[in-house]
């Protein structure tokens, strides 16, 4: 008698894909760089099929991008009611996030890429725009507070909050730390208070 093995629903298969992919991405980029990052290269490092990873990423950008996301994702930080305490969450958090090994070779991979112009700078800015999304909501809700000045543009104040950790990590070549990211915190507040 053949006994029947019961296959349970799709999804955590799908997930356990996802998440062998992705880190095969990570994996790559940490020990070789990003040109090490080849769908062949992805796939036997993940063990699973190319056709598995392009059903689910048609590029290599897409799948860069989808790593990206998983390492340095969409934050949400709660109504703490004070501007400062918020960035500092923001900043703390990015902060982690970027001190992991390879972070530094992924993001300069990333900005790289963006010189290739077309659906390619696109997919990166589109990236870029979800993860300073949440500095901008913290931003309108310290303007909103009266925690920071009415007449700050926003984006422009958000590109100022994650330029200096990008820049030490990809530039500098150092690894941001607690006091870095805590006077990054303060100079800001004072640069875009409501008091400054």
């Given at each position: 008698?053949?006994?029947?093995?019961?296959?349970?629903?799709?999804r955590?298969?799908?997930?356990?894909?996802?998440g062998?992919?992705?880190?095969?991405?990570?994996?790559?980029?940490?020990?070789?760089?990003?040109?090490?990052?080849t769908?062949?290269?992805?796939?036997?490092?993940?063990?699973?099929?190319?056709?598995?990873?392009?059903?689910?990423?048609?590029?290599?950008?897409?799948?860069?991008?989808?790593?990206?996301?998983?390492?340095?994702?969409?934050?949400?930080?709660?109504?703490?009611?004070?501007?400062?305490?918020?960035?500092?969450?923001?900043?703390?958090a990015?902060?982690?996030?970027?001190?992991?090994?390879?972070?530094?070779?992924?993001?300069?991979?990333?900005?790289?890429?963006?010189?290739?112009?077309?659906?390619?700078?696109?997919?990166?800015?589109?990236?870029?725009?979800?993860?300073?999304?949440?500095?901008?909501?913290?931003?309108?809700?310290?303007?909103?507070?009266?925690?920071?000045?009415?007449?700050?543009d926003?984006?422009?104040?958000?590109?100022?909050?994650?330029?200096?950790?990008?820049?030490?990590?990809?530039?500098?070549?150092?690894?941001?730390?607690?006091?870095?990211?805590?006077?990054?915190?303060?100079?800001?507040?004072?640069?875009?208070?409501?008091?400054a």
């Amino acid at each position: 008698m053949v006994s029947r093995v019961e296959r349970g629903p799709g999804r955590p298969r799908e997930e356990r894909v996802t998440g062998a992919v992705l880190s095969a991405v990570l994996e790559l980029v940490t020990e070789q760089g990003m040109a090490a990052v080849t769908m062949d290269a992805v796939a036997a490092r993940a063990g699973v099929s190319k056709p598995a990873i392009y059903r689910r990423w048609p590029s290599k950008h897409d799948l860069v991008i989808a790593a990206a996301e998983n390492r340095i994702g969409v934050l949400a930080v709660p109504d703490m009611g004070d501007f400062r305490a918020e960035l500092r969450a923001v900043l703390g958090a990015r902060m982690e996030a970027y001190r992991v090994p390879g972070t530094s070779r992924l993001m300069a991979g990333m900005i790289t890429a963006v010189e290739e112009g077309g659906d390619v700078n696109g997919a990166y800015r589109g990236y870029v725009s979800r993860i300073m999304g949440e500095t901008r909501k913290i931003l309108e809700r310290g303007i909103a507070r009266g925690d920071v000045r009415a007449d700050v543009d926003v984006q422009a104040a958000a590109t100022l909050v994650a330029a200096p950790l990008v820049f030490r990590l990809v530039i500098e070549r150092q690894l941001p730390d607690e006091r870095f990211a805590a006077d990054l915190a303060d100079m800001i507040a004072r640069a875009v208070g409501a008091g400054a």
